[in-house]
């Protein structure tokens, strides 16, 4: 199986600050790289695909980046409602294996 | 707007086998190049791929889990099915339905369901 490895595994931000997560597989994926945002109680959200195409619906503060074996998810301002964990999903190889998640918490 | 929605047993007893459907509405669970999949979440930890399938009935399935998951299809009933067996406490999670689209050679969740707990206990 792929490993994906997230950092950091949580991080505080304040509203207005730029995020930037990590993720970084464990062999070349090309670009293969999806990114959920999942809020407690709920189902993930779909936020980019192929590393760098945004989801229809999602605003575009958000944006991914990378290829290869290392990925970025960067929120250029953060939001209220972006408080929330984040994965990375590679889908280059099954079992479509998940970073650990990014719990994104209010500084 | 498609919706994926689960259904099962929330309690399933240790040595037995769960099993979960998914009914998706607001289009034709063959149509399209989609597939149809699992993903669980045990409480507090992370996202687990379980399988896939396709509508020829192709699947896919987590070496981790391959002895002992199926995962089928009725295209009839627009719903596809999880049956995991030999069930034990570390099978306790959210079971999540989702459906996979395919992007040229790239693929990812574009809906899922809401999930649906289920805990493994006698």
């Known amino acids: 199986d792929i490993q994906m490895t997230q950092s950091p595994s949580s991080l505080s931000a304040s509203v207005g600050d730029r995020v930037t997560i990590t993720c970084r597989a464990s062999?070349?994926?090309?670009?293969?790289l999806n990114w959920y945002q999942q809020k407690p109680g709920k189902a993930p959200k779909l936020l980019i695909y192929a590393a760098s195409n945004l989801q229809s619906g999602v605003p575009s503060r958000f944006s991914g980046s990378g290829s290869g074996t290392d990925f970025t998810l960067t929120i250029s301002s953060l939001q209220p409602e972006d408080f929330a964990t984040y994965y990375c999903?590679?889908?280059?190889?099954?079992?479509?294996?998940f970073g650990q998640g990014t719990k994104v918490e209010i500084k | 707007q498609v919706q994926l929605q689960e259904s099962g047993p929330g309690l399933v007893k240790p040595s037995q086998t769960l099993s979960l459907t998914c009914t998706v509405s607001g289009d034709s669970i063959s149509s399209g190049s989609y597939y149809w999949a699992w993903v669980r979440q045990p409480a507090g930890k992370g996202l687990e791929w379980i399988g896939r399938i396709y509508t020829s009935g192709s699947t896919n399935y987590n070496p981790s889990l391959t002895s002992r998951v199926t995962i089928s299809i009725d295209t009839s009933k627009n719903q596809f099915s999880l049956k995991l067996s030999s069930v034990t406490a570390a099978d306790t999670a959210v079971y999540y339905c989702?459906?996979?689209?395919?992007?040229?050679?790239?693929?990812?969740?574009?809906?899922w369901g809401q999930g649906t707990l289920v805990t493994v206990s006698s």
């Open positions: 989702a459906r996979g689209l395919w992007f040229g050679t790239r693929d990812y969740f574009d809906y």
């Open positions: 999903q590679q889908s280059y190889s099954t079992p479509g294996t």
């Open positions: 062999q070349s994926i090309s670009t293969s």
